[in-house]
T-cell receptor, first 116, second 112 residues
């Protein structure tokens, strides 16, 4: 498995501000993923972060709103910019482990964000 | 576009019962299917992964099956316990981008 930690675990923020979420993995990984889980909904992939290159964003997500950094193979940050109440969600960091014949996905504990 | 559906959305059972959670997906061209558990306000814990060539996987009281041709998977939980109470998510990996597509989950409550 993979040990993934996220900071902060939760936060309450004011509209118009920004929050940076940190993700740390216990071993080097090629790709790190950021997901959003809105209340009552399933997980939606925001972007894939590779070390040394710009993140790849999914349809509906843009770099200006969700800038991502990936300075090394064990760490990434996701910033939620100019927040509105609609950004209230759980944000999850995820990595894949190569099992040879397949990849298995693991998730961090999540960051619960509430925007007032 | 892959769509994953989980039925029922919520399930409440008395302790000790055996139960089945269902997952269906629209595109059978998958690489694997993964079942996760999510406790309230928390991240996801991987429970079982079934490769597309496999029919089932077992871990303790959990057994997951896969029928790729019909686009279905089930998660069987034997002798349920209150500690099993959580949301169970099904996710399939497939498509040209090899990404995971998640269902909305089944909220399981096991009553003592």
């Amino acid at each position: 498995s993979a040990v993934i930690s996220q900071k902060p675990s939760r936060d309450i923020c004011q509209r118009g501000t920004s929050l940076t979420i940190q993700c740390q993995v216990d071993s080097q990984v090629t790709m790190m993923f950021w997901y959003r889980q809105q209340p009552g909904q399933s997980l939606t992939l925001i972007a894939t972060a590779n070390q040394g290159s710009e993140a790849t964003y999914e349809s509906g997500f843009v770099i200006d709103k969700f800038p991502i950094s990936r300075p090394n193979l064990t760490f990434s940050t996701l910033t939620v910019s100019n927040m509105s109440p609609e950004d209230s969600s759980i944000y999850l960091c995820s990595v894949e482990r190569d099992r040879g014949a397949y990849n298995e996905q693991f998730f961090g504990p999540g960051t619960r964000l509430t925007v007032l | 576009k892959q769509e994953v559906t989980q039925i029922p959305a919520a399930l409440s059972v008395p302790e000790g019962e055996n139960l089945v959670l269902n997952c269906s997906f629209t595109d059978s061209a998958i690489y694997n299917l993964q079942w996760f558990r999510q406790d309230p306000g928390k991240g996801l814990t991987s429970l079982l992964l079934i490769q597309s060539s496999q029919r089932e996987q077992t871990s303790g009281r959990l057994n997951a099956s896969l029928d790729k041709s019909s686009g279905r998977s089930t998660l069987y939980i034997a002798a349920s316990q209150p500690g099993d109470s959580a949301t169970y998510l099904c996710a399939v990996r497939g498509g040209s981008n090899y990404k995971l597509t998640f269902g909305k989950g089944t909220l399981l409550t096991v009553n003592p």
